[in-house]
């Protein structure tokens, strides 16, 4: 079992910053990657970027390569999401996620994920 908890979302202007996290708890040591998707009203859920807990690898959609950076503790078995120079367009509500036990991936489709946190609001507006 694995419980996934993201926190540090908000409301922020256009251009501004924040960070998420996603704090992992329960067999941690089993789950190899965590990836960060969005959903917005209306539309589908889509990955965001993704990251592997052995190496580091990180793998970031199009529409955020640049402005965003995923980066790990393990020691504190958490993972960030920094996010700059927000647009209205980036809200939605981030949810964290992990593969099936021992698969590693750095995948961003959502089918590819079995564990999910419960999601905190990133409003970017003026």
């Known amino acids: 079992q694995l419980q996934l908890a993201e926190s540090g979302g908000g409301l922020v202007q256009p251009g501004g910053s924040l960070r998420l996290s996603c704090a992992a708890s329960?067999?941690?040591?089993?789950?190899?990657?965590i990836g960060w998707f969005r959903q917005a009203p209306g539309k589908e859920r889509e990955g965001v970027s993704c990251?592997?807990?052995?190496?580091?690898?990180?793998y970031y959609a199009d529409s955020v390569k640049g402005r965003f950076a995923i980066s790990r503790d393990n020691a504190k078995k958490t993972v960030y999401l920094q996010m700059n120079s927000l647009k209205p367009e980036d809200t939605a509500v981030y949810y964290c996620?992990?593969?099936?036990?021992?698969?590693?991936?750095?995948?961003?489709?959502?089918?590819?994920?079995?564990?999910w946190g419960q999601g905190t609001q990133v409003t970017v507006s003026s």
């Open positions: 990251i592997s807990m052995s190496d580091g690898l990180t």
């Open positions: 329960g067999f941690t040591s089993d789950y190899y990657s």
């Open positions: 996620a992990a593969p099936p036990m021992k698969i590693a991936t750095l995948s961003l489709a959502k089918y590819d994920y079995e564990w």
